[in-house]
């Protein structure tokens, strides 16, 4: 009897795995396409910083490397070729998602002959990769809007954390971690390779079938009303981007500045830090359907102020311990908002022209952060490492304020979920 109700067990456990993986099976397109953004970029810019800053580059200099994620907040520049022009191959989104990753591939291949090119020719190549991944990235969540259900983008939107943030440890944590032995073309290659490998499975996603099972597109009661409203989520957007990049983005090089070995901050930059994401992305989903998507929202943005009092006082104190366990807590804290906010972006983006919609109020909030993601790094060297973060504290609880009460307000008039 007990071996026949191990067996039944076992039965079940398997049925229910088996249920799982297939309910998993349509978002592995869309994890992979993820992975090769988190990768490429992570490649590109994320590791750059961390190096040349130990080789002496002054802070204000290092900000400028920022330049390089330059495209992903310009995609809105070129986004509405994307919705108004079907390529004469494939269905109408994943021909620019295969052509934009091609482009990708090629670019990178030529890339890896540079090692010894000038900086300017090596910095035009890796702006010119981003383009391609930012415009991939465009008419990929276009594809999320008009094919996916609003029920199910909340998976969406963790497979796209979590495959960013298995992107960003192959890109930074291993083929970064691992450059010395790999050299300039092996890892470059390798970059180029993975994002060759990850555009099969969109191959095979059925747009055409699909199309129209998303929710109907907002409805606006003329170009003027859909304007006003998203420049207003682009504000809201735009605002706490900027302050959540002030207060939790130069947490790494304050950690240098106080002496962390750089060996050890790439790991929590390469490895950690992703890991993290990933893992917060794969709850994320679940706590938000429990708890309400402000709450959520809210519990975060609280850990994150509390990691930057944290930091605040280690910068003071010159406490190393101090500062890694904050930054941690900011990992954990900021993972836990990628969900709910770029679910609300999917949200926000079910217009008429959705690959434009997207790239406005993600593009445009993320290019009006440029500035000061630039001027960051200069502006704590200025002003020192403890007034810094003690500065840039009200400005993030004030920006996700904004956030909360335009969510607040999106989902009262949606009705559509608890908040």
């Known amino acids: 009897m007990p071996l026949a109700v191990s067996r039944s067990a076992v039965a079940d456990i398997g049925a229910r795995v088996g249920r799982s993986l297939s309910g998993m099976r349509p978002l592995a397109p869309f994890f992979c396409l993820y992975m090769t ?39 809105f520049l070129w986004a509405a070729v994307l919705d108004r022009v079907r390529l004469p191959f494939l269905d109408h989104r994943i021909g620019w998602i295969v052509a934009a990753q091609g482009a990708t591939v090629l670019l990178l291949g030529v890339l890896s002959f540079g090692e010894d090119w000038p900086l300017p020719a090596l910095l035009l190549l890796a702006v010119a990769a981003c383009a391609c991944v930012a415009t991939m990235d465009i008419a990929l969540e276009a594809l999320v809007v008009e094919t996916v259900p609003a029920a199910r983008r ?59 099972v998303g929710s109907p597109p907002e409805r606006w009661s003329g170009s003027l009303a859909r304007l006003r409203v998203l420049a207003a989520r682009i504000l809201v957007l735009g605002a706490y981007f900027s302050a959540a990049y002030l207060l939790s983005g130069p947490n790494t090089l304050a950690l240098l500045d106080l002496g962390v070995p750089l060996a050890q901050v790439g790991f929590l930059t390469g490895t950690v830090l992703p890991a993290i994401n990933l893992v917060m992305a794969l709850v994320a989903g679940g706590l938000a359907a429990r708890f309400g998507t402000v709450r959520l929202i809210a519990f975060g943005a609280f850990g ?34 990628g969900v709910p906010v770029f679910n609300m972006i999917y949200r926000w983006a079910q217009g008429p022209r959705p ?65």
């Open 37 to 75: 953004f988190g990768s490429t970029l992570g490649f590109l810019s994320g590791g750059a910083p961390l190096i040349l800053r130990v080789r002496g580059l002054e802070l204000a200099e290092v900000g400028l490397l920022q330049l390089i994620n330059l495209p992903v907040g310009l995609t």
């Open 154 to 212: 909340t998976f969406v939107a963790s497979a796209k954390l979590c495959g960013a943030s298995l992107g960003g440890i192959l890109g930074v944590g291993i083929l970064v971690g691992s450059y010395d032995f790999l050299g300039w073309r092996i890892a470059v290659l390798a970059c180029a390779a993975l994002d060759a490998l990850c555009l099969l499975p969109i191959l095979g996603y059925p747009e055409a079938r699909l199309r129209g």
């Open 304 to 337: 994150v102020l509390a990691s930057g009092s944290l930091m605040a006082s280690a910068c003071t104190a010159g406490a190393v311990g101090l500062a890694i366990a904050a930054t941690v807590l900011n990992f954990l804290c900021g993972g836990i908002l």
């Open 355 to 419: 690959a434009t919609d997207y790239a406005l109020l993600f593009g445009a909030a993320f290019f009006a952060a440029m500035p000061l993601r630039v001027a960051a790094p200069a502006l704590a060297e200025w002003a020192g490492w403890p007034a810094y973060f003690c500065a840039t504290l009200p400005l993030y609880a004030a920006a996700v304020a904004w956030l909360v009460l335009t969510v607040d307000r999106t989902l009262r008039t949606d009705g559509a979920e608890a908040r």
